[in-house]
């Protein structure tokens, strides 16, 4: 790297630790304020940093464009500005209202203790910043030439340690800054691959990567589109959505967020294809810091590769206090079975109890990335197995009347049943029937449903 790209990205970490850290001794004493910024986010930090979080692993967004094109729009974002929408206009508002801290949280409430756990173990596994820790390792590991291990390290030392302090409002201040690099750094890759190639044509791509399915079967789109449901029991809603001061700034957030989602997902795609077009073979996962290098110029590439790492690092330090509050909350403080009176306990030790969650959460999220070096693999892999123990459940913790009984069991074989149909696939030459761990998975839910929640 040019002296003038290192001196952006070392003026950005200073930048990163100075937002995350200003006025941060204030936010740790109250818990409202560090779980939720004292549930007054407005309508401008809601988006900022609801987009900014959504973008986490996007060296797994410029390895699927590098290998097969177009087909990332439709199974990365087409299927989730349905979801995102449905969300929106059904679920935020209510969200809001319920004053509920957690998705967990909910569960808790409506269904009971074991229920709670149930869903905060699944909930710590789906909101891991495992895949983005490795994103920024491997991207920290390409640019600087440091071992893999110690990039790791770093990323989440620094991503981490603001919001040990902070909580949830340095999560949004840093968001705020991030947003404006990760977009900057992407127009500016997309303004110099056309000046270096001219606009993009057919003859310059497979035709694959001009095929909406990019070769796949049916099935395997329709799966990602399902997994898409994931943004129902997505955490990084749920609390943005209660901790926004009104429902219609939640409402009004999400439907402002799709729009910003559909401008970031047309500079990525549109990048990802030049860098098809552009770069001989080699790691797709690099697909845009290598299209960056040959591109850009001195200090441009330096904005680029900082935006990169924003987009990373916005995820992280989100997902990472989400986990910490799922593990110190809703985990450890749960399984206390605290009364009405052991409210004032958990007042006093919330804090505490988050910022041991946020040790455990690093430690996880570290031996994850380190045992599974696929981003894509680890969205896949989790959405398949424990979307299907949740999305039911969750709908149904709106309705008025309290199901009968059976939400566990709901909430425990569907994932039973897609891991086991997940193992079988990987064991042989594929999976049973053809058929993807997702559809078991969630087949036995709604079976249960019918047959043990709705008729008791």
């Known amino acids: 790297m040019h002296w003038l790209d290192l001196s952006v990205l070392i003026l950005y970490v200073g930048l990163l630790l100075f937002f995350g850290f200003y006025r941060a001794k204030q936010s740790g004493k109250d818990p409202e304020a560090y779980l939720l910024a004292g549930r007054k986010l407005s309508l401008p930090g809601f988006v900022v940093t609801l987009v900014a979080t959504w973008y986490g692993g996007i060296l797994g967004i410029g390895e699927n464009t590098y290998s ?3 087909q990332t729009w439709l199974i990365f974002g087409f299927p989730y500005y349905i979801f995102a929408l449905l ?73 981490l340690s603001y919001i040990w302090m902070g909580g949830f409002k340095a999560v949004v201040r840093t968001d705020i800054f991030q947003f404006g690099l990760m977009f ?38 329709l799966v990602w589109f399902f997994i898409a449901l994931w943004t129902f029991v997505d955490p990084g809603f749920y609390q943005r959505c209660a901790a926004a001061k009104s429902p219609e700034t939640a409402k009004k957030g999400i439907l402002i967020s799709i729009g910003f989602w559909f401008i970031f997902d047309l500079l990525t795609l549109s990048t990802g294809l030049y860098a098809k077009a552009f770069l001989p073979a080699g790691d797709p996962l690099f697909a845009y810091p290598r299209l960056g290098a040959m591109v850009l ?5 330096g904005i680029f590769i900082t935006g990169l790492l924003a987009t990373i690092m916005s995820t992280i330090d989100s997902l990472g206090l989400i986990s910490a509050i799922t593990f110190g909350r809703d985990i450890l403080w749960r399984i206390q079975s605290p009364t009405t009176k052991d409210q004032q306990l958990w007042e006093n030790e919330s804090t505490g109890l988050v910022r041991k969650g946020l040790s455990v959460t690093a430690f996880i999220a570290l031996g994850l990335a380190f045992s599974v070096p696929s981003v894509v693999n680890l969205w896949y892999g989790l959405g398949s197995i424990l ?46 029937l053809g058929l993807e761990p997702f559809y078991p998975g969630i087949l036995t839910s709604a079976l249960i449903y019918v047959v043990k929640v709705k008729n008791g």
């Open 297 to 301: 110029p001195p200090l441009a590439y």
């Open 87 to 159: 969300f929106a206009f059904f679920i935020a508002g209510r969200i809001n209202r319920l004053k509920t801290i957690s998705l967990p949280d909910q569960f808790h409430e409506r269904y009971g203790k074991t229920a709670g756990v149930v869903s905060s173990l699944y909930i710590l596994a789906l909101a891991s910043p495992a895949p983005y820790i490795l994103s920024i390792g491997l991207l920290l590991q390409f640019i600087t030439g440091l071992s893999f291990g110690l990039s790791l390290l770093i990323a989440t030392g620094i991503s």
């Open 184 to 221: 900057l750094g992407f127009v500016l890759l997309l303004i110099f691959s056309m000046k270096s190639g001219g606009p993009l044509t057919g003859s310059s791509l497979p035709d694959s990567h001009l095929d909406p399915t990019g070769g796949a079967s049916i099935q395997y789109i």
């Open 68 to 70: 097969y094109g177009i």
């Open 387 to 432: 979307v299907p123990g949740l999305v039911l459940p969750f709908l149904l913790s709106f309705k008025a009347e309290r199901p009968h009984g059976g939400i566990t069991m709901m909430m425990v074989t569907p994932v039973i049943v897609g891991a086991i149909w997940m193992f079988i696939g990987s064991m042989g030459e594929g999976y049973p």
